[in-house]
């Protein structure tokens, strides 16, 4: 059964740093894109950053420099790095596999149960 699992949220300070994990089963996670979405309160989801299966790295503008996509084949785990945080990055945070190099979209497939991240002073 194919599975992901969100962890590593918590609460931390504006210019703070955390690191998510996306622990996955069922599958590996180097034969996927991984793909990490956020929601804010009242606002829609949208999508963050993604690994595809050959490495490739993509970002949005608003994370670009500050969140880093990365995955351990080991452990079968995708790592959302975040380095100075900012008050909208305020968010539950969820991540999402599709096999192969095409990050999977927002329509597609179900979603985990999310790690909520809270940035405030």
């Known amino acids: 059964q194919v599975q992901l699992v969100e962890s590593g949220g918590g609460s931390v300070q504006p210019g703070g740093s955390l690191r998510l994990s996306c622990a996955a089963s069922?599958?590996?996670?180097?034969?996927?894109?991984i793909r990490w979405f956020r929601q804010a309160p009242g606002q829609a989801r949208e999508a963050i950053s993604c690994?595809?299966?050959?490495?490739?790295?993509y970002y949005a503008d608003s994370v670009k420099g500050r969140f880093t996509i990365s995955r351990d084949n080991i452990k079968n785990t995708v790592y959302l790095q975040m380095n100075s945080l900012r008050p909208e990055d305020t968010a539950v945070y969820y991540c999402?596999?599709?096999?192969?190099?095409?990050?999977?979209?927002?329509?597609?497939?179900?979603w985990g149960q999310g790690t909520q991240v809270t940035v405030s002073s």
């Open positions: 999402k596999g599709r096999r192969g190099n095409y990050c999977p979209d927002l329509y597609s497939g179900s």
């Open positions: 069922g599958f590996t996670v180097d034969s996927y894109a």
């Open positions: 690994i595809s299966a050959d490495g490739n790295t």
